[in-house]
């Protein structure tokens, strides 16, 4: 089994930064493409930003100049730093792996993490 676990969500005033962490836990091989989303209520999953294996990256309009996105390949884990924070960032953002190969020789397509809450509010 393949689990993603984040950590560091918590509520900060506007203008302060947070730093989210995801680690993949298994029998793991190799990740290609992670990302954070983020859901808001009563809106969308949206995606916030994504980087390949390789170390490419994309951020949607809203985050760019603010969040930066990275990983650690040797530790399975994706990294998203949040600078310059808005009340608009307030969302429950999640870790996604797109394809997980595993050391048996498997594929696992889409795996999510469980949710962390960033609350941006003065």
């Known amino acids: 089994q393949v689990q993603l676990v984040e950590s560091g969500g918590g509520l900060v005033q506007p203008g302060g930064s947070l730093r989210l962490s995801c680690a993949a836990s298994?029998?793991?091989?190799?990740?290609?493409?992670m990302g954070w989303y983020r859901q808001a209520p009563g809106k969308q999953r949206e995606l916030v930003a994504a980087i390949t294996s390789g170390g490419s990256t994309n951020y949607a309009d809203s985050v760019k100049g603010r969040f930066t996105i990275s990983r650690d390949n040797a530790k399975n884990t994706v990294y998203l730093q949040m600078n310059s924070l808005k009340p608009e960032d307030t969302a429950v953002y999640y870790c996604?792996?797109?394809?997980?190969?595993?050391?048996?020789?498997?594929?696992?397509?889409?795996?999510w993490g469980q949710g962390t809450q960033v609350t941006v509010s003065s």
């Open positions: 298994g029998s793991i091989f190799s990740i290609n493409a």
């Open positions: 996604n792996a797109a394809r997980i190969a595993t050391m048996e020789g498997d594929w696992v397509f889409g795996s």
